[in-house]
């Protein structure tokens, strides 16, 4: 490091998951969140200007992790990022729910510096491990200048993606995420930082007290709408219904939505296709456009994961929801 050139400080915040696993000898089985942040550092090998600092948020299995435990993880990582001697940071996150846990992230993250998730698929302990490229990938990611312009972002296997069009698309492989039709925004190739495009703003939300309660409920052949009814019963916030093609089902579960939105219940309509809008382009009692003309809003291209975060930030938020937060 040149005299007089201040460290590149990045935070790293870990909350469990894969990445910080450890065989049972007992059972040989994974126990997630064992290894702590510091000794999956003293494995890395990152550049001499860049100074790591490590904190333990939560320890979990990202499968169990709750709206309470994001909105813990949302508080540490605004606090960190109001610290003018951080430049960035990076959040360890089991796989299962990291694109939830980074799109939701990205709606309410107040700062412009880079924060970076990324997880492993395998733990550290197993031959292929992919727990310390992918957190070395990260902490050059975030201490690269150009990163500033992505805001939140997913390093995986390699490849930098947007929280908004990440999925989880293996259960196994190394590569065990994807971009969809978006693809994804650039690499990481040893210390080479390659980013080659920029996701469009979006806004942001603060949270009044905590995210409201939405429950996710999905179409197939048939569906009836006692999952509906059900979710009325426990009065939620929201109802993300995860239909079929460009956003149909059938006259049962339109009937449903209907009774939802006359309780004052948020219901959004998302398709259950990898890519494509839901969109009106055809009139019949079971699709979009009876679902419009009784107050459901169009979910456009979101998948019911992000859809349900969205409404949950948005109605936590105290925000009027209409089909155009849905366009992007």
Request: proline residues 2%; negative net charge; aromatic residues 6%.
């Amino acid at each position: 490091m040149k005299e007089g050139m201040r460290m590149t400080h990045i935070k790293l915040l870990t909350t469990g998951g894969t990445i910080a696993s450890k065989r049972d000898p007992e059972t040989g089985l994974q126990q997630t969140g064992v290894i702590s942040g510091e000794e999956l550092m003293s494995k890395l090998n990152v550049d001499d200007n860049i100074k790591i600092s490590v904190e333990e948020i939560i320890s979990v299995s990202s499968s169990a992790m709750t709206f309470e435990n994001l909105v813990t993880v949302k508080d540490r990582v605004n606090e960190f990022l109001k610290d003018e001697a951080v430049d960035g940071i990076v959040l360890t996150h089991g796989t299962d729910t990291l694109e939830e846990t980074s799109y939701f992230l990205s709606q309410v993250v107040e700062s412009n510096k880079v924060v970076v998730v990324t997880g492993s698929q395998r733990g550290p302990e197993l031959i292929g491990s992919d727990a310390y490229a992918n957190l070395e990938d990260a902490i050059t990611l975030a201490a690269d200048p150009e990163a500033k312009k992505i805001g939140v972002s997913v390093l995986f296997n390699q490849q930098i993606f947007k929280p908004r069009f990440i999925k989880k698309i293996n259960a196994m492989n190394v590569d065990g995420f994807g971009g969809g039709g978006t693809g994804y925004l650039g690499t990481v190739d040893g210390q080479d930082v390659k980013i080659y495009q920029y996701p469009r703003p979006h806004h942001t939300y603060k949270i009044k007290e905590k995210l409201a309660t939405v429950d996710i409920i999905k179409c197939a052949l048939d569906t009836d709408a006692k999952f509906i009814d059900c979710a009325i019963d426990h009065k939620v916030d929201g109802i993300v219904i995860e239909a079929m093609g460009r956003g149909h089902a059938n006259n049962k579960v339109a009937e449903g939505v209907k009774r939802a939105v006359e309780q004052g219940i948020t219901v959004v309509i998302t398709t259950a296709s990898e890519d494509g809008d839901v969109k009106v382009a055809y009139d019949f009692s079971g699709g979009i456009s009876q679902f419009e003309k009784d107050g459901a809003i169009n979910g456009g291209s979101y998948d019911s994961k992000k859809a349900r975060l969205k409404l949950a930030v948005m109605l936590g938020a105290g925000e009027t929801i209409t089909k155009e937060d849905f366009w992007y």
